[in-house]
């Protein structure tokens, strides 16, 4: 498993800086402007442009020919929009700083899905591959979890400033250690067609590649529509944790129900998140399941201490539901979309936590405990969710399908670690990582 470990690191640091944002651009503006609103209206630009990106994100990232180029000038683009923030935001024209956040939040879906989408072509399939995608989703909860208290320590001892530069630094690293990893061969070109886009044996990427492949097969079907529905809730949570310690005495306590829930979302990524003895759509259900239900047992806590064991317990179980995505993602997702499906499955749960966030704010008046019941039942309604729209039976990997089928005529294929390619009798074959 070459270059693994480098990639958890790229990915640690990357999603690190991506985390941190959504405290430090509000903290800045504060500081700057003394308006927290000004803050929240850069982060909507720096969000919004999530689900409309990935899949352009992802047709470029399929259809490039230096891939690793195109993953590290992603990267280098998310930075320099995070060190452009640093030094802009409350001082130059704020359709300036919002365009540079846009411009920022464009590159985002290849920091969250574009990067899960590489570990298909660094570790070969089986539970490797699977206990590889539990490390990978253990980088997004150990992110959750340092970087928010990283940026209020900087900002605490000096100026959000310098805990903006922090970011920066964090995302230039990604980008330093993403552009040592081993990148799959580009589609291979014949000699009158070099230079004008893949063979005419290459697999050609559509734009709507991903999305008709999340449309088509059922097991992403599933839990996209699923986990997109579950995110409006868990968007809506860090508000709802805020006015649920307010209402339990200890107006400073949300910090503490969103930091138990996630260290327990990193225990649990690191603990059940590793089970491969379970199908994936099966541990997708029980982790949305058993998060509602650990969530309504915090809507009726009568402390914060109690409603913090209740949150952690919501965390352990929320954990592998990331991990238990990625795999149903690197499954089944045809070779050819395989990108575009990881980050538009990112972009879909970054918009849906969005508009759970605006909807907790309009919602702000109604009493905490039935807001926290609310998010409860959004995730039990998408355990159900997934449920009816599973296939029944034993689930069939996207080799199987008729978007990923080869010729009859193939044989077993040969796949090189190092560059993740697979051949057979009919030809090289793309792998699924651009």
Same mark, same amino acid.
């Given at each position: 498993?070459?270059?693994?470990?480098?990639?958890?690191?790229?990915?640690?640091?990357?999603?690190?800086?991506?985390?941190?944002?959504?405290?430090?651009?509000?903290?800045?503006?504060?500081?700057?402007?003394?308006?927290?609103?000004?803050?929240?209206?850069?982060?909507?630009?720096?969000?919004?442009?999530?689900?409309?990106?990935?899949?352009?994100?992802?047709?470029?990232?399929?259809?490039?020919?230096?891939?690793?180029?195109?993953?590290?000038?992603?990267?280098?683009?998310?930075?320099?929009?995070?060190?452009?923030?640093?030094?802009?935001?409350?001082?130059?024209?704020?359709?300036?700083?919002?365009?540079?956040?846009?411009?920022?939040?464009?590159?985002?879906?290849?920091?969250?899905?574009?990067?899960?989408?590489?570990?298909?072509?660094?570790?070969?399939?089986?539970?490797?591959?699977?206990?590889?995608?539990?490390?990978?989703?253990?980088?997004?909860?150990?992110?959750?979890?340092?970087?928010?208290?990283?940026?209020?320590?900087?900002?605490?001892?000096?100026?959000?400033?310098?805990?903006?530069?922090?970011?920066?630094?964090?995302?230039?690293?990604?980008?330093?250690?993403?552009?040592?990893?081993?990148?799959?061969?580009?589609?291979?070109?014949?000699?009158?067609?070099?230079?004008?886009?893949?063979?005419?044996?290459?697999?050609?990427?559509?734009?709507?590649?991903?999305?008709?492949?999340?449309?088509?097969?059922?097991?992403?079907?599933?839990?996209?529509?699923?986990?997109?529905?579950?995110?409006?809730?868990?968007?809506?949570?860090?508000?709802?944790?805020?006015?649920?310690?307010?209402?339990?005495?200890?107006?400073?306590?949300?910090?503490?129900?969103?930091?138990?829930? #996630?260290? =327990? /979302?990193?225990? !649990?990524?690191?603990?059940?998140?590793?089970? *491969?003895? %379970? &199908?994936?759509? $099966?541990?997708? @259900?029980?982790?949305?399941?058993?998060?509602?239900?650990?969530?309504?047992?915090?809507?009726?806590?009568?402390?914060?201490?109690?409603?913090?064991?209740?949150?952690?317990?919501?965390?352990?179980?929320?954990?592998?539901?990331?991990?238990?995505?990625?795999?149903?993602?690197?499954?089944?997702?045809?070779?050819?979309?395989?990108?575009?499906?990881?980050?538009?499955?990112?972009?879909?749960?970054?918009?849906?936590?969005?508009?759970?966030?605006?909807?907790?704010?309009?919602?702000?008046?109604?009493?905490?405990?039935?807001?926290?019941?609310?998010?409860?039942?959004?995730?039990?309604?998408?355990?159900?969710?997934?449920?009816?729209?599973?296939?029944?039976?034993? #689930?069939? =990997? /996207?080799?199987? !399908?008729?978007?990923?089928?080869?010729?009859? *005529?193939? %044989? &077993?294929?040969? $796949?090189?670690? @190092?560059?993740?390619?697979?051949?057979?009798?009919?030809?090289?074959?793309?792998?699924?990582?651009?």
């Amino acid at each position: 498993m070459p270059g693994l470990g480098r990639y958890l690191a790229a990915a640690l640091a990357a999603r690190f800086a991506s985390e941190g944002m959504s405290m430090a651009v509000v903290l800045l503006a504060l500081q700057r402007t003394g308006s927290a609103a000004h803050g929240a209206f850069v982060l909507t630009a720096w969000l919004a442009p999530h689900v409309l990106a990935a899949p352009l994100a992802g047709t470029a990232a399929a259809r490039s020919r230096r891939p690793r180029l195109f993953h590290v000038g992603a990267l280098a683009g998310f930075t320099t929009a995070v060190a452009a923030l640093a030094f802009l935001l409350g001082r130059a024209p704020t359709p300036v700083v919002l365009a540079v956040a846009v411009l920022g939040g464009s590159c985002g879906p290849m920091v969250t899905g574009g990067l899960s989408s590489l570990v298909t072509g660094l570790v070969p399939a089986g539970p490797a591959r699977d206990r590889a995608y539990g490390w990978d989703a253990s980088t997004y909860n150990g992110a959750a979890v340092t970087a928010p208290a990283a940026v209020s320590l900087v900002a605490a001892f000096g100026s959000a400033g310098p805990a903006m530069a922090l970011l920066a630094a964090s995302g230039a690293l990604a980008a330093a250690l993403a552009a040592t990893l081993p990148y799959p061969k580009p589609p291979a070109t014949s000699g009158a067609n070099s230079g004008l886009g893949p063979s005419r044996g290459a697999p050609r990427v559509r734009l709507g590649s991903g999305l008709a492949a999340l449309w088509r097969i059922r097991e992403l079907r599933a839990v996209t529509s699923a986990t997109t529905l579950a995110f409006v809730g868990i968007g809506a949570l860090t508000t709802t944790a805020v006015l649920l310690a307010t209402a339990l005495g200890s107006p400073g306590g949300g910090g503490v129900l969103m930091t138990a829930f #996630a260290l =327990g /979302a990193l225990t !649990g990524s690191l603990t059940l998140g590793r089970i *491969t003895s %379970v &199908p994936p759509g $099966r541990l997708a @259900r029980w982790a949305m399941a058993a998060t509602g239900v650990a969530l309504t047992a915090a809507a009726f806590t009568p402390s914060v201490p109690l409603a913090a064991a209740a949150f952690a317990a919501a965390g352990v179980c929320d954990g592998p539901l990331l991990t238990a995505t990625l795999r149903i993602r690197s499954e089944f997702a045809p070779e050819e979309a395989r990108t575009q499906v990881f980050t538009l499955g990112a972009g879909l749960k970054v918009t849906a936590a969005s508009a759970g966030a605006a909807l907790v704010g309009l919602a702000a008046g109604v009493a905490p405990w039935v807001l926290v019941l609310a998010i409860a039942v959004l995730q039990l309604a998408a355990a159900l969710l997934h449920t009816a729209l599973a296939p029944r039976g034993p #689930a069939r =990997g /996207a080799a199987s !399908g008729p978007s990923a089928a080869v010729p009859s *005529t193939a %044989v &077993p294929s040969a $796949r090189d670690p @190092r560059e993740g390619s697979a051949t057979t009798a009919s030809g090289p074959r793309t792998p699924g990582a651009p």
